[in-house]
């Protein structure tokens, strides 16, 4: 798993932040544990199946995002610059539980379990401005298109998990 130390949390820590997850519109939420300004970024994801993110690219050399499969189970999408599906990796337990996606590659994750944990590490100082470009070609989180499009992004991965 190359540098990734994965931090430990309590089974409390787990339930609240699945709580804060399933309350939130997007159906995931971050525990950041690294602080504003730090060079390397650290953050936990609680994610429920539900949750649509937006494909993007980190447009930066050293923004290689680096995740690991905590638990529950995820399928990661890369996309050509057109949004053609070039790519899909299944990450559950017994299987790859470990993935880099290099800079400059569109990508997104879907949810192949009602609950995932991903602890994910990139470096680069963190601006919002600068620090990832949503594709134009998927729909935004929210839009009447994102569910129709999740959905067809999680039929990519129909049979291809344990």
């Known amino acids: 798993m190359k540098d990734i130390i994965v931090p430990k949390m309590s089974a409390e820590n787990i339930l609240y932040y699945y709580e804060k997850a399933n309350n939130s519109l997007s159906k995931r939420f971050p525990k950041i544990l690294h602080k504003q300004g730090d060079y390397l970024n650290r953050v936990f994801n609680f994610i429920y199946d539900e949750s649509y993110m937006h494909p993007h690219l980190h447009p930066s050399e050293e923004k290689i995002e680096k995740m690991y499969l905590v638990e529950g189970a995820f399928g990661l999408v890369t996309f050509d610059d057109k949004g053609k599906i070039i790519g899909t990796t299944v990450m559950e337990k017994g299987g790859q539980i470990f993935i880099e996606v290099p800079a400059f590659t569109w ?53 291809l998990s344990s």
């Open 107 to 159: 990508h997104t994750y879907v949810m192949l379990t009602k609950k995932t944990i991903v602890y994910e590490t990139m470096k680069g100082k963190y601006d919002p401005l600068t620090w990832k470009k949503m594709a134009t070609w998927a729909p935004s989180e929210n839009s009447p298109e994102a569910l129709p499009y999740l959905e067809m992004l999680k039929a990519q991965f129909i049979g």
